[in-house]
């Protein structure tokens, strides 16, 4: 069975700090995706990134860096230099190969941006 | 570009009553998800659906059920509605064409209240 965990179920920083949310976890399948999604107070998911288990190369996009290590089965998020708008709930989740399979979510990880 | 559009965004019903959600995917998408968020926790899988035809079901109630129509929009049926049935529900669609799930895209989400 799949599962994911967010150890952090909250963290606050302050305005221009770097911040990094972990995620780690569990699967069966050599082929699976792993996703992060923000969920601001407004409610609805968006999607940030996707990663396949084949493609271990760490990405970047602006402010945001994830760092995928097969080897400790971790998918950690950075945010640099963080920014009131990122306060919001973050969710890492995993999705096993098939047809049609569903996203397995972590529990979350509630960040609040202090000015 | 189109997104998922769910509706009604609220709903507010009586216990023991029945609600009806509905979602309409991005066009040529042929995959749709049904995820139940209750409060402060993680969205959970219901059921999804590929070419109209049910592929996984989760934790979906037995008091629950959906369909995927010709058009490939999804409603989600809830009858004999309990307090703990109030939650955010989104549906989500990807492009799955049979193989590997891709990226799902959410929709904004319908809040459902049970007084």
């Known amino acids: 069975a799949q599962k994911v965990t967010q150890a952090q179920t909250e963290i606050s920083v302050v305005e221009k700090e770097d911040v990094t949310l972990d995620c780690v976890y569990e699967?069966?399948?050599?082929?699976?995706?792993l996703f992060w999604y923000k969920q601001p107070p407004s409610g609805e998911l968006v999607f940030l990134i996707r990663?396949?288990?084949?493609?271990?190369q760490n990405e970047i996009s602006g402010r945001y860096s994830w760092n995928f290590q097969k080897s400790t089965s971790s998918f950690n998020f950075t945010i640099t230099a963080s920014q009131v708008v990122d306060s919001a709930v973050y969710f890492c989740a995993l999705s096993e190969s098939g047809s049609a399979r569903q996203l397995t979510f972590g529990s979350g990880t509630q960040l609040t941006v202090l000015p | 570009a189109a997104g998922v559009i769910q509706s009604p965004r609220h709903l507010i019903k009586e216990k023991r009553e029945t609600a009806t959600l509905k979602c309409y995917p991005i066009?040529?998408?042929?995959?749709v998800y049904w995820y139940q968020q209750g409060p402060g926790q993680d969205p959970q899988f219901l059921i999804s659906?590929?070419?109209?035809?049910?592929?996984d079901k989760g934790s979906i109630p037995d008091r629950f059920s959906a369909q995927q129509f010709s058009d490939y929009h999804s409603e989600l049926n809830m009858s004999s509605l309990e307090l703990g049935d109030s939650a955010l529900y989104f549906c989500a669609s990807s492009l799955v064409g049979g193989r590997v799930a891709g990226e799902l895209f959410f929709g904004e989400g319908s809040r459902l209240t049970v007084l």
């Open positions: 659906f590929y070419e109209k035809m049910q592929s």
């Open positions: 699967t069966r399948d050599t082929t699976y995706y």
């Open positions: 990663r396949n288990s084949f493609d271990e």
């Open positions: 066009p040529r998408h042929d995959t």
